[in-house]
T-cell receptor, first 110, second 113 residues
Framework: NAGVTQTPKFQVLKTGQSMTLQCAQD?????MYWYRQDPGMGLRLIYY???????DKGEVPNGYNVSRLNKREFSLRLESAAPSQTSVYFC?????????FGPGTRLTVL | GENVEQHPSTLSVQEGDSAVIKCTYS??????FPWYKQELGKRPQLIID?????GEKKDQRIAVTLNKTAKHFSLHITETQPEDSAVYFC????????????FGKGTKLSVIP
């Protein structure tokens, strides 16, 4: 059981470039989430998917898009990266109340 | 949406002492109150949680207490050890029909040997 996996672990982008962060879980969880973590700000919800086929905006969705590809996979896309999107991105999944987090992706936008 | 505040933002204690972190929330419909621990460079992990029909829950050296009337809940760590050093987040669930959590900004706990 790998749990929640994320790729890549690190990424450096130039302003205006696009990229997709990948997340997969092997726990048969229905719900999946994308958070960003900035110093002193806690974790802020970007998008979530309550079940396969549905996605909803969280607290800070601007500049991002998501795709729930199937029950296992939930990707986060930055269409035109900005320096304000420099952050650590965590994916999480849950079946009930407890959320299980992936190892994170550290993204720097220059 | 849910407004969440955590206090203090940093806390230093001597090894063996107790630590208490308080979390206040705004949504009176909140019914689930977890605490997550994040060690440096690692992912957040659930350490303890409580539901609105329970006032206190203990798990070895950690406990969570809930005051629904005052809309706050607290994390208590007794007999602190160096491995307790981490950032702790409260994350109340604001709407009963959703699994969304709203995270506080975190409390950095340092346990001094």
């Amino acid at each position: 059981n790998a749990g929640v996996t994320q790729t890549p672990k690190f990424q450096v982008l130039k302003t205006g470039q696009s990229m997709t962060l990948q997340c997969a879980q092997d726990m048969n969880h229905n719900s999946m989430y994308w958070y960003r973590q900035d110093p002193g700000m806690g974790l802020r919800l970007i998008y979530y998917s309550a079940s396969e086929g549905t996605t909803d905006k969280g607290e800070v969705p601007n500049g991002y898009n998501v795709s729930r590809l199937n029950k296992r996979e939930f990707s986060l896309r930055l269409e035109s990266a900005a320096p304000s999107q420099t952050s650590v991105y965590f994916c999480a999944s849950s079946l009930g109340d407890t959320q299980y987090f992936g190892p994170g992706t550290r993204l720097t936008v220059l | 949406g849910e407004n969440v505040e955590q206090h203090p933002s940093t806390l230093s204690v001597q090894e063996g002492d107790s630590a208490v972190i308080k979390c206040t929330y705004s949504d009176s419909a909140s019914n689930y109150f977890p605490w997550y621990k994040q060690e440096l460079g690692k992912r957040p992990q659930l350490i303890i949680d409580i539901r609105s029909n329970v006032g206190e829950k203990k798990d070895q050296r950690i406990a969570v207490t809930l005051n629904k009337t005052a809309k706050h809940f607290s994390l208590h760590i007794t007999e602190t050890q160096p491995e307790d050093s981490a950032v702790y987040f409260c994350a109340p669930r604001g709407w009963a029909g959703s699994y969304q959590l709203t995270f506080g900004k975190g409390t950095k706990l340092s346990v001094i040997p």
